[in-house]
């Protein structure tokens, strides 16, 4: 039975190289995926192969009027691999990529949301990334993430973060 659509949104981190994985998972759960990437992540990310999968094309930029039809509307959205840079600027309002753009929106409308960092102990101790953090969650933002984790271990499988989406939609 169809879950209906997930958004899959795909930073410049290297577990975007493995994003397929995730895709090929979520469907055959029933989700409906589309993937979405900052402009830096669809160079980390195997674009055809995720196109392929999806039937759609990977979206990184504002879509501007008469360009090819849009997204269908998001049921749920999960931002695994999240970076530092995108972690911060969604929770300062930063809009200035269409994936960042396109979180800050779904979160004002009360889309499930699931961010799932992956991110070096020396980003993570950073200030900013603790607020950020903080004031994503004060906005319904559900967020996977282990500070205790080993090194290397801070993103967690995709079959662990499929599990955390479910939870998270209550799929
Ligand atoms: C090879 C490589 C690996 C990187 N790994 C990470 C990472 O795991 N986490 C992170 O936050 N940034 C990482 N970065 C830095 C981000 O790519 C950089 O901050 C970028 O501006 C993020 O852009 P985005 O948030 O728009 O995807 C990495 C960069 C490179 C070149």
Redesign the pocket.
């Given at each position: 039975m169809s879950k209906g659509t997930l958004y899959h949104v795909?930073?410049?981190?290297?577990?975007?190289a493995s994003a397929h994985e995730f895709v090929s998972l979520a469907q055959g759960s029933g989700w409906d995926v589309r993937v979405i990437?900052?402009?830096?992540?669809a160079r980390?990310a195997d674009i055809d192969r995720l196109s392929e999968l999806t039937g759609d094309q990977v979206r990184s930029e504002f879509r501007l009027p008469g360009d090819e039809p849009g997204l269908p509307s998001a049921d749920a959205v999960v931002v695994a691999?999240?970076?530092?840079?995108?972690?911060n600027?969604w929770a300062a309002g930063i809009a200035d990529?269409f994936?960042?753009s396109l979180l800050c929106e779904l979160t004002g409308f009360g889309v499930p949301i699931l961010a799932v960092?992956?991110?070096?102990d020396a980003?993570a101790r950073h200030v900013a990334f603790a607020r950020s953090i903080e004031v994503l969650k004060s906005m319904g933002i559900r967020v996977q993430f282990d500070p205790l984790a080993p090194p290397g271990a801070r993103?967690p499988p995709w079959p662990q973060v499929l599990d955390e989406v479910h939870t998270v939609t209550r799929a």
């Open positions: 795909v930073c410049a981190a290297p577990a975007t990437a900052t402009p830096l992540g980390f691999p999240a970076t530092f840079n995108t972690i600027k990529t994936a960042v960092p992956m991110l070096k980003l993103m």
